[in-house]
């Protein structure tokens, strides 16, 4: 028996996550990416170097803006605007994270919104597309069909 996840969540949701001050996501998301990146299930390239980034999780309204310093994730505290700015709901950044889809189908199909630096977009476009993923993360993707 396979799990189905429900990834569609109640618009309520997004009222209350847009009350959730950014730096507040930032430092869980950032901690997420940072184990991540420890457990060397992600590395950045060198040329995410000192830029900024924010990704929204739109049906959930919360948006996390952070750097990377050093080849580490770090929560960006600053209110100025991000470098690349992208943004779809958790379901569409669930496919993209198990590599069920890739970001130019999200784009294409307006399920993925893109803003900010092109290039830089198109560099992180890249290394997602390229980054491995773990053996866990695989098997939960045969899960969820």
């Not at 900024?52 to 959930?60: G, K, Y």
């Not at 590599?99 to 993925?112: I, K, M």
Request: aromatic letters at 8%; glycine letters at 6%; charged letters at 25%.
């Amino acid at each position: 028996m396979s799990a189905t996840w429900n990834l569609n969540p109640p618009a309520l949701f997004a009222q209350l996550g847009r009350r959730v001050p950014t730096p507040v996501v930032s430092l869980h998301f950032v901690a997420g990416l940072e184990l991540a990146r420890r457990l060397k299930w992600l590395s950045p390239p060198p040329e995410l170097d000192g830029r900024s980034f924010a990704i929204t999780i739109e049906d959930l309204g919360l948006r996390s803006a952070f750097t990377v310093r050093d080849s580490a994730f770090r929560p960006a505290w600053s209110r100025a605007p991000c470098e690349l700015e992208l943004g779809a709901k958790l379901a569409d950044l669930f496919r993209l994270i198990r590599a069920e889809t890739d970001a130019d189908t999200l784009f294409f199909q307006r399920r993925l919104r893109i803003s900010g630096d092109t290039e830089l977009g198109l560099i992180v476009k890249n290394w997602l597309d390229a980054a491995p993923r773990p053996a866990w993360l695989q098997r939960m993707s045969g899960a969820a069909g």
